[in-house]
């Protein structure tokens, strides 16, 4: 099942965002555990946010405290939640399941002033 990222945007520092996590075909209550990733420019990808299908959350350093992930599989979709953002949380977001190797689309995310 391919996802793909969407919701970002422009926001000043202290602002907050609520990205979404789609299948493109397929459900997502077939993954098991679908993770929210983000790429600046010049660094590896890297995963920030996690969530199994029994609703077992896990937040990694850059996420952890302003964060919030989210599943709801009557909807189809898996959700990020992004509360006092930061100019160095700029960066391409993206989701995926985590055992798989695919990747969708992303959606850029940008904290300026």
């Known amino acids: 099942v391919q996802l793909q990222a969407s919701g970002g945007g422009s926001v000043q520092p202290g602002g907050s965002l609520k990205l979404s996590c789609a299948a493109s075909s397929g459900s997502i209550s077939s993954i098991y555990a679908i993770g929210w990733y983000r790429q600046v420019p010049g660094k590896q990808r890297e995963l920030i946010a996690a969530?199994?299908?029994?609703?077992?959350?896990n937040y990694f350093d850059s996420a952890k405290g302003r964060f919030t992930i989210s599943r709801d599989n009557a909807k189809n979709t898996v959700y990020l939640e992004m509360n006092s953002l930061k100019p160095e949380d700029t960066a391409v977001y993206y989701c995926?399941?985590?055992?798989?190797?695919?990747w969708g689309q992303g959606t850029q995310v940008t904290v300026s002033s």
């Open positions: 995926k399941s985590l055992t798989s190797s695919l």
């Open positions: 969530i199994t299908s029994g609703g077992i959350r």
